[in-house]
C-alpha cells in the first residue's frame, strides 16, 4: 500500500481527490495548502497530488503555498491537478494566465502519447473541466500526453522526473476511464519507492 | 470502496465518547443525511437521542406528515413543529441568494437554540456532508447546516454544541450506510431535498403565491421523472421580467443551425466556474425543433463563456397562449441531474414528449405561469439547486 498526500488548494473536489485513491484501497490524506516538501517527505508520503483551486494563476501565485517549490524539487511523483498543472509552466520559465476559451463541463481530451499516466486512456476519453486558465507557453523539458479541442496542454509531463500536470477533474469520477489516471499515478508511486 | 460496516463500527465509540451522558436533538428533515444521522445515532446513544422536524414553510406537499411516518418505521420518534410564520418574516423583501440562505440559517439555528433547550438537550446532530463545507468554504454558496467550519461559535451564539458523524462522507456513501444501518428502501433512496427546500428553488424574494405554484410544478415533475432518469429532479420559479438578446439569438441559431430567440431573465442563479463561484442570469432559448438534449447539453458551453452575464442556459418547452404576447409574471425550469456525488453533474436526457407532459401539466395548474423550461446546463458551470 501506497500513502498519497491531497493538497487542500481550495477547490472543489481536492477532498474527492482523497477519497478517490482510498477507493483505490490506498492510503490517503488531505494535507494543508501550507505543508512543506520536507513536512511531505518526513510524514513519509511516496506521492503527492496538489488539488485545484480558485487562485488565478497570472497574478495569485503568492496564494499557492509551497507548491511551486514541490514542484521543482520533488523526488517523490508530483500529479498537480487544475491550478497546480497551470503553475507548472512559470515555476519553469513558461507561462500560464486567461484561457481564450474556458472550459466547464464534460469535454473529450484527445491523448497525444499515453506514456505512463495515460496508459490504457487512448484514443481519447471525457472528463469534468473547470477552468479559466491554462498553460500558455509550455516550459522546455516537458512534453505533452494529452489535448483538447480547446485547450493545447491539457495532460504534460517532465522529461525525467515523475511530474504530472493534468488540467481536468478526473477525480470527480463522472468520465468511464477517469479511475485509469489514478490507478496509473498509484502504480508510478509504488515502481518509484521500489 | 466505501466499507459501511467499518464506517459504522469506527464511528460508534466517537460518538458515544463525543455525546457522553449528554441528550442530543436531531434536526431532522426526512432527506437521507439527516435520516441516517438519526439511524447512526440512534445506534450509539440510543434514548438519549431526540428528533425534531421543522416545518419551515418550504417543504414539499404532504412531506412533514409523510417523513414523520416514514421515521417511525424505522424506529425513530420525530415531533413535528410548524414555524412557518418565523421563515416567511426573516426572508421578506430579501431577494439575494446568499442573503436569503443566511436569514434562512439564522432563522433556522435560533429555533434549534430555543428548541434543545426545550428538550434539554447539550448537542445538536445534524446530517451535514462533504460537499456542504467544501461549497460553503469555497464560498461557492453558504449552504445553512455549516456553522463551526466558518468560525460560528455555537455553544455561545446559539447555545448548544454540534455533532455531525456523516461530516466527511458524500451523497453515495451515505446511503450505503443507510442501507448498512437496516433502514428501509425509501429512506436511504430518496432523492435529496436541500434543507432550506422550496426556498432555493423559489429565485428571488419568496412569495406565498409563488411558493405555492412552485410547490405543484415539483409535485409534477416528481410525478413524472423516477430515480431511475435522474439523482435529482425538481422545478424551481422565477419572474419572467427580462428583455430580449438578439446577439444571443443569433450566436445560438448558428450554434444549433436552427431560427432561435433568446430571452435574458432578469432572474439570477448561482454557478461555480473553476473553483469560483458565479453569479449570473437566465438566458431562455426558443429553437424551432427539438433538438437531442445531449446536444443542447454539449453547446450551451458556448453561450455561457462568450456572455460574460449568463449562468445557466434553459429551453422553452411549452408557453402559456395569451392575447397578445402578453407576458404572465413567472416562470418555470424543469431540472434533473445525474451524478455520483453532486460535486459534478450532467443533464438527463429526459425525452420531449414527457418534458412536454409536464410543462403542460404546469401550465394547467399555475395560472401565473409564462413559459416552462428545461435546464440544460451541466454542474459545472451550473450548481444543481439554483440558488
Redesign the interface.
Known amino acids: 500500500m501506497v500513502k498519497i498526500a491531497a493538497v487542500k488548494v481550495?477547490?472543489?473536489?481536492?477532498?474527492?481527490i482523497a477519497?478517490t485513491i482510498m477507493?483505490l484501497g490506498e492510503e490517503s490524506e488531505l494535507v494543508p495548502l501550507s505543508i512543506t516538501l520536507q513536512e511531505l517527505e518526513a510524514q513519509g508520503f511516496d506521492g503527492v497530488v496538489m488539488g485545484?483551486?480558485?487562485q488565478r494563476v497570472a497574478d495569485e501565485q503568492d496564494k499557492l503555498g509551497n507548491l511551486a517549490d514541490i514542484i521543482r524539487n520533488a523526488k517523490m511523483p508530483v500529479l498537480a491537478l487544475?491550478?497546480a498543472h497551470q503553475l507548472i509552466a512559470p515555476a519553469f520559465g513558461g507561462k500560464a494566465g486567461p484561457a481564450a476559451?474556458?472550459?466547464?463541463?464534460?469535454i473529450e481530451v484527445f491523448v497525444d502519447d499515453e506514456d505512463d499516466l495515460l496508459k490504457g486512456m487512448g484514443p481519447s476519453f471525457k472528463t469534468?473541466q473547470?477552468?479559466?486558465?491554462e498553460i500558455l507557453v509550455l516550459p522546455k523539458g516537458f512534453s505533452v500526453l494529452a489535448h483538447s479541442e480547446k485547450c493545447r496542454y491539457q495532460v504534460i509531463r517532465h522529461a525525467n522526473r515523475p511530474l504530472f500536470g493534468a488540467q481536468f477533474?478526473a477525480e470527480?469520477?463522472?468520465g468511464e476511464k477517469d479511475e485509469v489516471i489514478f490507478q496509473n499515478f498509484v502504480r508510478i508511486c509504488k515502481e518509484s519507492g521500489k | 470502496m466505501f466499507d459501511a460496516a467499518k464506517f459504522i463500527e469506527a464511528s460508534l465509540p466517537k460518538l458515544r465518547a463525543q455525546a457522553g451522558e449528554h441528550d442530543a436533538l436531531i434536526a431532522l428533515s426526512g432527506g437521507v443525511d439527516s435520516s441516517v444521522a438519526a439511524a447512526l445515532m440512534n445506534k450509539a446513544i440510543g434514548k438519549h437521542l431526540k428528533a425534531l422536524l421543522l416545518d419551515t414553510g418550504f417543504m414539499r406537499e404532504g412531506e412533514p406528515g409523510q417523513v414523520k411516518a416514514m421515521m417511525k418505521a424505522a424506529g425513530i420518534t420525530v415531533e413535528v413543529r410548524d414555524v412557518s410564520g418565523e421563515f416567511f418574516a426573516a426572508l421578506k423583501g430579501l431577494s439575494d441568494a446568499e442573503e436569503k440562505r443566511k436569514a434562512f440559517r439564522e432563522t433556522f439555528y435560533n429555533i434549534f437554540g430555543r428548541e434543545t433547550k426545550n428538550f434539554k438537550c447539550e448537542y445538536l446532530v445534524q446530517g451535514t456532508i462533504a460537499p456542504d463545507w467544501i461549497e460553503t468554504e469555497g464560498g461557492i454558496k453558504s449552504q445553512h447546516n455549516i456553522l463551526e467550519q466558518i468560525g460560528i461559535d455555537t455553544k455561545t451564539k446559539f447555545g448548544f454544541r454540534l455533532i455531525e458523524p456523516l461530516a466527511q462522507l458524500y451523497k453515495d456513501q451515505v446511503r450505503l450506510l443507510g442501507k448498512e444501518l437496516g433502514l428501509p428502501d425509501e429512506v436511504y433512496s430518496r432523492q435529496p431535498f436541500p434543507g432550506p427546500g422550496l426556498m432555493v428553488r423559489c429565485i428571488g424574494e419568496v412569495r406565498e403565491d409563488t411558493v405555492a405554484e412552485l410547490r405543484k410544478s415539483v409535485a409534477i415533475v416528481e410525478k413524472h421523472v423516477t430515480n431511475a432518469d435522474a439523482q435529482q429532479y425538481f422545478a424551481a420559479i422565477f419572474e419572467s421580467k427580462g428583455k430580449d438578446a438578439m446577439n444571443i439569438a443569433e450566436q445560438a441559431s448558428h450554434l444549433f443551425n436552427d431560427r432561435c430567440s433568446a430571452y435574458l431573465h432578469e432572474a439570477k442563479a448561482t454557478g461555480v466556474k473553476g473553483d469560483l463561484r458565479f453569479y449570473g442570469q437566465l438566458v431562455g432559448l426558443k429553437l424551432g425543433k427539438r433538438h437531442p438534449i445531449s446536444e443542447l447539453s454539449k453547446k450551451q458551453l458556448d453561450i455561457v463563456i462568450k456572455n460574460e452575464v449568463v449562468c445557466r442556459v434553459l429551453v422553452k418547452i411549452l408557453s402559456q397562449h395569451t392575447s397578445r404576447g402578453q407576458k404572465l409574471p413567472y416562470s418555470v425550469a424543469i431540472r434533473a441531474i445525474r451524478t455520483r456525488d453532486f460535486m459534478t453533474a450532467t443533464v438527463s436526457e429526459i425525452e420531449w414528449a414527457r418534458l412536454e407532459a409536464m410543462a403542460k401539466e404546469i401550465l394547467a395548474a399555475c395560472p401565473h405561469v409564462w413559459r416552462v423550461y428545461y435546464d440544460v446546463t451541466p454542474k459545472p458551470p451550473a450548481t444543481v439547486e439554483f440558488e
Open positions: 481550495g477547490g472543489q473536489y481536492n477532498h474527492l477519497r477507493d485545484g483551486g480558485p487544475c491550478v476559451q474556458p472550459e466547464f463541463g464534460a469534468v473547470s477552468h479559466n486558465d477533474h470527480t469520477m463522472q
